[in-house]
């Protein structure tokens, strides 16, 4: 691991710092200038001639500076003689434009892929992207790391739960659902959500297919954003007499003041990994990517 460094990009310098921890390699410092006009520019101060350079940068909101920050790095890293880079996205944005919904749209997370392969990317880490579509469009060995086990744990450990559900708020979380409520040997139960693709409105199916009276609930979600999913979900799953809801996503997209109001609508407790950096993000993904670089590394 002596010619290993990482770059704790601007977005993650706290979990970039600590998967060079776990692995017991320097970080190298990524300092960053944002001008007036909201331009990026990072300096870094580092010999990177035949090193190979992880670049750790979650794309959350701003999420376009985020990613040409990402993109800048993995120039510099080839421009300045890197042996080899690989980016860690923990949050990989725009997953969710996936596939054309309305006539004239464009798939942006394919433009994203061939950005990296434009970088020269071979491996590339992200945690639980949005969907198997999203991940399709890469043409790199990719690193999709399943956060499902670390926040499984969490739940058993802090959380207080009589007869628990894990809930998916919509179909296509079904599966991660399905593999969290295997871990916690839970139940399962998929809502029925529909986004109006022009106005963005969410509905869901009021009926549910279980019985849910009394029992506790995990709402279980990749991401939390706007909050509307979580906040039509719990309406539902109150209005059938649940007991305790807690909420858990991989990825917290929402600000601080968002995840506050989303805690006084009932909610005992929600919580997300470090992918980015919240006060709920209390389920720390460090030791897992590293798990994984270290797979990476031990092969090239
Ligand atoms: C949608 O398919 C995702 O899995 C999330 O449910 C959704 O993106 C959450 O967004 P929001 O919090 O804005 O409703």
Redesign the pocket.
Known sequence: MKDVVVLPGPSSIELGSSIASCLNVDAVEVELRTFSDGESKIRINANLLDKKCIVVQSTYPPVDSHFLQALMMLSYCNDFGASEVIPVIPYMGYA?QDRVFLEGEFVTMSMIAKLFEYFGTRSLITVDI?STKALSYFNCDISNISSMPLLAKYAINNFSLTEPIIVS??L??VPRAKEFAGIMNASFLGLR?N?DRFTGN?TMDEKLDITIKNRDIVIL??????????LRAVDILKNNGCGKVFVMCVHA??DEKSITLLKSSGINEIVSTNSIPRSCSKVDLSSEIARTLSSILSRS
């Open positions: 969710r949005h708020p919509d296509g979380g959500k986004r969410i979600d990749d991401m939390v954003s706007s909050g509307g999913t979580i997209l929402s």
